[in-house]
């Protein structure tokens, strides 16, 4: 699915609702969709699912009333305000069934099926939870840890601030893709099921895609369960509206010293507080900034988070030591800097693009990961990207194709080292990243299209369904006569089973 024809603004997301997804990590809307629909839902992925077990990637077609939630204006509208008007629904999606007396699971993070992938902060992927049945709290719905999707590890071992996403049949929550969550216990005799689909951003911000009335960053009116992550969340929502990154933050004044000193403090609420101060202040903070660096070190992850924004917003004066700190021994300190880095923007490309030639693997790694991050503003990266295709390192491969991806059409030159690596890398997720880059990179990729023809039959299916998207965005008749041809060979009769073979 590719939502193509535009949406009126009445369907897309206020600035209060960005604001609050940026915050707090999830959005829950309902469909103007018939009750009946969504008892049909039920009662079709119910039968099938006794009779075939686990419908997994396939509930689309077995169910294809799914395609009128996700189609519904205010389903579009919430996706197009969060990830862009090209968005395109990632083939993964999963019907999950709370069974009757479950006692529930433990918080997680999606993985990406069976991938490795640095968490991102800015909304590049997103998750849809569907309910086709009512779910009340004692029917077990899932349940949310909000604010958590920029941290990596728990920061409380309860479930302090644990919201249950509950809803009528119809109801669809859109969290962002990391979102701490998991599935409560259902204390009824009936199976609860939620429909998980992903969603992937296309295209670099540009503009505010949402409903927006004032492009400004608020700061006023927000409740977060979390402790504050200001420079965060403005960053954020800085990127989300179409600003470079760099334009984080607006100098003003404010008593570097106290900061200073309560960076030092025994009380870990005082230390992030701190930072985030600082991360309000832009250059004025630069004295700060061993300080800062010194925080990346903190056992507490909202401390490490808020120096990492504050040393972004800093800018150009802090890339020397955040380049050091890319080869830090502890792995927590070296993503921070990353994260630091990409908010930096176009003045860390220069020093990003040498530390690609480093010698060991993490720093390599970690610079591309943020190249990756800062998208078109890293387009002068392009030729040192295009040499280090070849690097010895998975994972490195993998952010040089994910960092073309997100610098776009500009990448056009990385076309021929992309379609190197989708041919021939052995590395299944490097081969995934090269076709969606290509997808990315649009028309400019049409040179692909005999390599993207041959991606169709790639082993891994997700290489498959990005090679789709990537034809389909390409658009010239070439890539057509390939996509048709993949649905000729590749049709299936969603109404075959066991019991109906003709």
């Known amino acids: 699915m590719q939502a193509n024809s535009r949406l009126s603004n009445e369907c897309k997301l206020t600035d209060a609702q960005m604001r609050d997804f940026i915050v707090n990590g999830y959005l829950t809307i ?5 009750r009946s629909v969504h008892e049909t839902i039920y009662r079709k992925t119910q039968e099938y699912t006794e009779k075939e ?12 009333e799914l395609q009128a939630v996700f189609e519904d204006p205010a389903v579009r509208g919430a996706f197009t305000s ?5 968005y395109v629904m990632h083939s993964h999606r999963h019907p999950h069934q709370n069974r009757p007396h479950s006692d529930g699971q433990g918080f997680h993070k999606d ?3 069976g991938y490795q992938k640095v968490r991102h902060h800015c909304p590049r992927w997103a998750m849809a939870f569907y309910y086709p049945q009512d779910a009340p709290i004692e029917m077990g719905p899932s349940s949310v840890l909000p604010g958590t999707q920029y941290y990596s590890t728990r920061i409380t071992e309860d479930n302090d601030s644990e919201l249950a996403v509950c809803g009528e049949a119809g109801t669809i929550t859109v969290i962002h893709f990391d979102l701490w969550h998991r599935a409560m216990a259902n204390q009824t005799d009936k199976t609860r099921y939620m429909m998980k689909f992903q969603f992937i951003r296309m295209d670099a911000p540009e503009t505010p895609e949402w409903n927006v009335t004032d492009p400004h960053w608020q700061p006023e009116g927000i409740k977060p369960a979390t402790p504050p992550h200001q420079g965060t969340w403005r960053h954020v929502w800085n990127w989300v509206a179409g600003e470079a990154n760099g334009r984080n933050a607006e100098p003003s004044n404010g008593n570097l010293s106290d900061y200073i000193a309560a960076l030092g403090s025994d009380d870990r ?6 930072a985030d101060q600082l991360a309000l202040l832009g250059e004025s903070a630069t004295d700060t900034i061993p300080q800062l660096i010194q925080a990346l070190h903190d056992g507490y992850e909202p401390v490490r988070l808020n120096a990492a924004y504050a040393l972004g917003t800093i800018g150009e004066p802090a890339v020397p030591q955040l380049i050091e700190s890319l080869g830090d021994e502890n792995g927590p300190t070296r993503r921070m800097a990353a994260y630091a ?20 693997d993490a720093v390599r790694i970690e610079a591309a990961y943020a190249l990756a991050q800062i998208g078109d503003s890293a387009e002068a990266a392009i030729p040192v990207l295009i040499e280090r295709t070849k690097d010895d390192a998975d994972e490195v491969r993998r952010y040089l194709a994910d960092a073309f991806g997100g610098i776009g059409p500009a990448a056009a030159p990385a076309v021929p080292a992309l379609i190197e690596m989708l041919e021939h890398d052995e590395d299944k997720q490097a081969r995934f990243e090269a076709a969606l880059a290509l997808a990315q990179i649009g028309p400019a990729s049409s040179d692909a299209v005999p390599a993207l023809s041959k991606a169709l039959r790639d082993p891994d299916r997700y290489v498959r369904d990005n090679a789709i998207h990537a034809l389909k965005r390409i658009d010239t008749a070439e890539a057509e006569s390939a996509l048709f041809d993949y649905l000729l060979l590749a049709r299936w009769c969603p109404i075959t089973n066991r019991a ?3």
Do not use: C, M
């Not at 309902?30 to 018939?34: A, I």
């Not at 609420?269 to 701190?274: E, H, K, Q």
């Not at 880095?341 to 060991?360: K, M, N, Y």
């Open 111 to 113: 993985s990406y099926w």
């Open 500 to 502: 109906s073979t003709h």
């Open 269 to 274: 609420d005082v230390r992030a507080n701190a």
């Open 82 to 86: 969060i990830l862009g008007e090209n």
């Open 30 to 34: 309902k469909t103007d969709l018939p």
């Open 341 to 360: 880095l990409a908010a930096v923007g176009a003045p860390a490309v220069p020093a990003l693009s040498e530390a690609l030639q480093h010698t060991e």
């Open 53 to 64: 077990g686990n419908l997994g990637n396939n509930i689309l077609p077995r169910v294809p």
